[in-house]
């Protein structure tokens, strides 16, 4: 049984830097594709980007670009997600999730709340 | 990237109804969709995957049909533990897309 455990609640300043982490059990991490999905208070789901941690290639989604960086760490079977330049919009909670065979979420991390307020 | 839309936005039932809810692809994703359930201040679960293969473990009432831009998931009776919020994803590009969502609240 696969699990994910993200690291918990963080409050940032505007024009911070975020790091959550995801650390997975269960199954072959490498073998795996994580991606990170993130909901605003009272909104939807939103795709951010993903990575393959046995090529370590990651792909982001167009409007997180040049923002966000994803990366992991095949040692510890932990995934990062890294936001910068942080803004008020940027509030929201922070999930990783596993892809399953094809590209759907079949495991999701309990999710992380990242506040980001002066 | 390609738009999910779905509607209606909120749906108001009863125990025991049947319920549809639509979702609308700007362009053709084959069968490369999924549903999700997310409950409040919980992560989504999913529910459906290739447009209509059931997740293991999932009720049998929960099915999901279409293919191309148009997709439907149904109830066939709707049990308390059903009221929440549903999201269809497309997974058809290289970027992933959710609709808005569909939350399903008790009449």
């Known amino acids: 049984q696969v699990q994910l455990v993200q690291s918990g609640a963080e409050v940032k300043k505007p024009g911070s830097s975020v790091k959550v982490s995801c650390k997975a059990s269960g199954g072959t991490f490498s073998s795996y594709t994580i991606s990170w999905v993130r909901q605003a208070p009272g909104q939807g789901l939103e795709w951010m980007g993903r990575?393959?941690?046995?090529?370590?290639?990651?792909n982001y989604a167009q409007k997180f670009q040049g923002r966000v960086t994803i990366t992991a760490d095949k040692s510890t079977s932990t995934a990062y997600m890294e936001l910068s330049s942080l803004r008020s919009e940027d509030t929201a909670v922070y999930y990783c999730?596993?892809?399953?065979?094809?590209?759907?979420?079949?495991?999701w991390g309990q999710g992380t709340l990242v506040t980001v307020s002066s | 990237d390609i738009q999910m839309t779905q509607s209606p936005s909120t749906l108001s039932a009863s125990v025991g109804d049947r319920v549809t809810i639509t979702c609308r692809a700007s362009q053709s994703i084959s069968s490369w969709l999924a549903w999700y359930q997310q409950k409040p201040g919980k992560a989504p679960k999913l529910l459906i995957y290739?447009?209509?293969s059931l997740e293991s473990g999932v009720p049998s009432r929960f099915s999901g049909s279409g293919s191309g831009t148009e997709f439907t998931l149904t109830i066939s009776s709707l049990q308390p533990d059903d009221f929440a919020t549903y999201y269809c994803q497309q997974y058809n590009s290289y970027s992933l897309t959710f609709g808005g969502g569909t939350k399903v609240e008790i009449k």
């Open positions: 990575i393959i941690p046995i090529l370590g290639i990651a």
């Open positions: 290739k447009a209509s």
């Open positions: 999730a596993r892809e399953g065979s094809s590209s759907w979420f079949d495991y």
